[in-house]
C-alpha cells in the first residue's frame, strides 16, 4: 500500500449504531488530520493529530470520536449520527502540521450515509 | 471571519487556457494552495505559493497577490481529464488550511 489508504469506502449506518472509520499513511508523516466534505460546501476541518497528540478539535459534536494510536493510524469512532453527518471524510496526512507549505496528502474518503 | 472565494463552476475548451480565480481573507497568511479533485477522488495537490507572482509547473500555473488578497490558477492547453474541481486554501496564522467550496471545470470537445 502506498500513500494514504481509507476503510471502509462506503458506509451507511442508522442513527443508533456505531461505527469507527480508519485511516493509515504510509508515507513517514507526523500529522494526521479528519475533514468532512459536504457537497458544494468547503471542506471541514475536524481534528488534528500532530505527533500522536491532538493539537484541534474545531468544534466537533462528541458523537463523533477521533483515535489516533500511533502516527501512521487514525480512527474516527461515530456513535448516534445525525442524517445532516451523511457526507465525505477525508483522512490527510502531512510532514508536520505548524509549519508553511507543508502539502496535505489526501485518502480517497469514506462516503457515509445516516439514515 | 475568514472567507475564500472561488467561482463555482466554469466551462472552457479543449485545447484552451482558463483561468480560476481565487480571493481569501484568512487570520494570518502562510501561503495559498491549490489542489485538484476528480469526482469521487482524493484532493490532490497542485501549487503552493507564499511570495507574489507566478509560479509555473508544466500546463499549470498559479499566481499570488498578498496585497490583493488573490490568487489564480491558470491551466493552459485544456485535456478533457482536467475537469476536475478546484480547490483553492489559505494557510492561516495558526497554519491550518481555511478552504474554498471549489470550481467545477468543465471541458467541453
Known amino acids: 500500500e502506498t500513500g494514504v489508504t481509507q476503510t471502509p469506502r462506503h458506509l451507511v449506518m442508522g442513527m443508533t449504531n456505531k461505527k469507527s472509520l480508519k485511516c493509515e499513511q504510509h508515507?513517514?508523516?507526523?500529522?494526521m488530520y479528519w475533514y468532512k466534505q459536504s457537497a458544494k460546501k468547503p471542506l471541514e476541518l475536524m481534528f488534528v493529530?500532530?505527533?500522536?497528540?491532538?493539537?484541534e478539535n474545531n468544534s466537533v459534536p462528541s458523537r463523533f470520536s477521533p483515535e489516533c494510536p500511533n502516527s501512521s493510524h487514525l480512527f474516527l469512532h461515530l456513535h448516534t449520527l445525525q442524517p445532516e453527518d451523511s457526507a465525505l471524510y477525508l483522512c490527510?496526512?502531512?510532514?508536520?502540521?505548524?509549519?508553511?507549505?507543508?502539502?496535505?496528502?489526501f485518502g480517497p474518503g469514506t462516503r457515509l450515509t445516516v439514515l | 471571519g475568514q472567507n475564500i472565494d472561488q467561482p463555482t463552476e466554469m466551462t472552457a475548451t479543449e485545447g484552451a487556457i482558463v483561468q480560476i480565480n481565487c480571493t481569501y481573507q484568512?487570520?494570518?497568511?502562510?501561503?495559498l494552495f491549490w489542489y485538484q479533485q476528480h469526482a469521487g477522488e482524493a484532493p490532490t495537490f497542485l501549487s503552493y505559493?507564499?511570495l507574489d507572482g507566478l509560479e509555473e509547473k508544466g500546463r499549470f500555473s498559479s499566481f499570488l497577490s498578498r496585497s490583493k488578497g488573490y490568487s489564480y490558477l491558470l491551466l493552459k492547453e485544456l485535456q478533457m481529464k482536467d475537469s476536475a474541481s478546484y480547490l483553492c486554501?489559505?494557510?492561516?496564522?495558526?497554519?491550518?488550511?481555511?478552504w474554498g467550496a471549489g470550481t467545477k471545470l468543465i471541458i467541453k470537445p
Open positions: 493529530y500532530n505527533f500522536k497528540e491532538q493539537t
Open positions: 505559493n507564499v
Open positions: 490527510a496526512s502531512s510532514q508536520e502540521s505548524g509549519s508553511g507549505g507543508d502539502e496535505q496528502f
Open positions: 508515507l513517514g508523516h507526523n500529522a
Open positions: 484568512t487570520s494570518g497568511f502562510n501561503g
Open positions: 486554501a489559505s494557510m492561516d496564522s495558526n497554519y491550518q488550511l481555511i
